[in-house]
């Protein structure tokens, strides 16, 4: 058996993206209010080639199913990681879409954490997302500053 493949998979055609848009409306229907109140129900999967066969579906799975079916109905890319999985710089400078040696530099000057493995450089998933949005929470500062010089200077 070979080892899974770290890409992301890409819905080939515009058929696949159709079946995933409405498998995620359909789905969809199944979710309770968000009042925290509803049990989600629990979901069976039967495939044509073995109808007789029915693979069980935790029911808390079924909202990241929706989720994931929605992303891919969009044509977009969705890619599934465990909250405690570590990132190489170069899978770090592909979600931040910025340059490997950029990653480097940030993880030298200490403005994002990682630890060594050997030669190689690691960063936390979680250390990933609480910097990138710290970097949003930044950009969005520095707009409305400049949205408010702009207003004063009645431009």
């Known amino acids: 058996m070979s080892a899974p493949s770290r890409r992301p998979p890409r819905l080939s055609s515009d ?3 159709a079946q995933a848009r409405e498998a995620s409306v359909q789905l969809a229907r ?3 209010a968000d009042d925290g109140t509803a049990n989600v129900p629990a979901l069976r999967l039967v495939t044509d080639d073995k109808p007789d ?3 069980a579906i935790p029911s808390g799975a079924l909202r990241l199913l929706v989720d994931m079916l929605t992303q891919l109905g969009q044509g977009r890319d969705v890619t599934l990681l465990p909250q ?3 990132l190489t710089t170069q899978e770090v400078a592909d979600y931040l879409n910025v340059s490997r040696p950029y990653v480097v530099k940030l993880i030298e000057e200490q403005k994002l954490p990682a630890r060594k493995v050997g030669t190689r450089r690691r960063v936390a998933l979680e250390d990933l997302l609480r910097f990138d949005q710290q970097q ?3 950009q969005s ?3 409305d500053e400049l949205a408010r010089i702009d207003a004063e200077l009645g431009l």
């Open 30 to 32: 199944l979710l309770p």
């Open 141 to 143: 500062a520095a707009l």
């Open 84 to 86: 405690n999985a570590e």
């Open 136 to 138: 949003h929470a930044r």
């Open 15 to 17: 058929h696949e993206i």
């Open 53 to 55: 066969e029915m693979i």
